[in-house]
């Protein structure tokens, strides 16, 4: 089974500094890894995924995040935070490796950011 | 194109109540599926479709019932809504081409509340 702890339920930065989200999952597979970002009333959006290529994966909006294996990791950085940024981000981890199998998403119970001035 | 749309966006129910929300995808994706999102829980998986005409049970599927009677469509039901089910819903869908690595795409989301 796959889980996904995201550490911090809330984070607060001020505009301008780095924003470190964490997220560490377990899976019995090896794993793909997605990020999502929701702004508020809205659905979610995919910032990146980590799918065995590149261990140092770059999303949208400037966020990044790197696979660690030995530390089952998968923390979300963005060095200069916006105010744009604030948000609630989810990490989640796919039970599936194989095609053709409906992949199923375990989420982590998502950590909101606040952007201070 | 529209990507992935619910409807409706909000609905009030009483206990009892029956309702069906409305997912519909224009992107040919062959899998769909309906989450529920309940503060400091994430989204948790209700009921999932790998094609038309078949569907699956999720993590929380009990007091729900789905159809996927059209690829482009997948519907969720609540046949008799308890306050247990106030929530906001996502759909999501997905390609099946390369398997797991795809992401998957989400709805606006409805927000039912259950009194």
């Known amino acids: 089974a796959q889980s996904v702890t995201q550490l911090g339920s809330h984070v607060s930065v001020s505009e301008g500094a780095l924003v470190l989200l964490r997220c560490n999952y377990s899976s019995s597979v090896p794993p793909y890894l997605f990020w999502y970002v929701q702004y508020p009333n809205q659905g979610l959006q995919l910032l990146l995924k980590?799918?065995?290529?590149?261990?140092l994966v770059k999303g949208i909006n400037g966020f990044e995040a790197e696979f660690k294996k030995s530390e089952t990791s998968f923390h979300l950085t963005k060095p200069s935070a916006h105010m744009s940024d604030a948000a609630e981000y989810f990490c989640?981890?796919?039970?599936?490796?194989?095609?053709?199998?409906?992949?199923?998403?375990?989420f982590g119970t998502g950590t909101r950011l606040q952007v201070t001035l | 194109n529209a990507g992935v749309t619910q409807t409706p966006k909000f609905r009030v129910l009483k206990t009892g109540q029956s309702m069906t929300l409305l997912c519909a995808q224009d992107?040919?994706?062959?899998?769909m599926y309906w989450y529920r999102q309940d503060p400091g829980m994430g989204l948790r998986l209700i009921h999932y479709?790998?094609?038309?005409?078949?569907?699956a049970k999720g993590e929380v599927p009990d007091g729900y019932n789905v159809s996927r009677l059209k690829k482009q469509n997948f519907l969720l039901g609540l046949e008799s809504a308890a306050p247990s089910q106030t929530s906001v819903y996502f759909c999501?869908?997905?390609?099946?081409?390369?398997?797991?690595?795809?992401?998957?795409?989400f709805g606006p989301g409805t927000r039912l509340t259950v009194t």
């Open positions: 992107m040919n994706h062959e899998y």
């Open positions: 999501a869908s997905r390609q099946s081409g390369t398997g797991a690595r795809e992401e998957q795409y």
């Open positions: 980590y799918t065995s290529a590149a261990t």
């Open positions: 479709s790998v094609g038309e005409g078949t569907t």
């Open positions: 989640a981890v796919s039970d599936a490796i194989n095609t053709g199998t409906a992949s199923k998403l375990t």
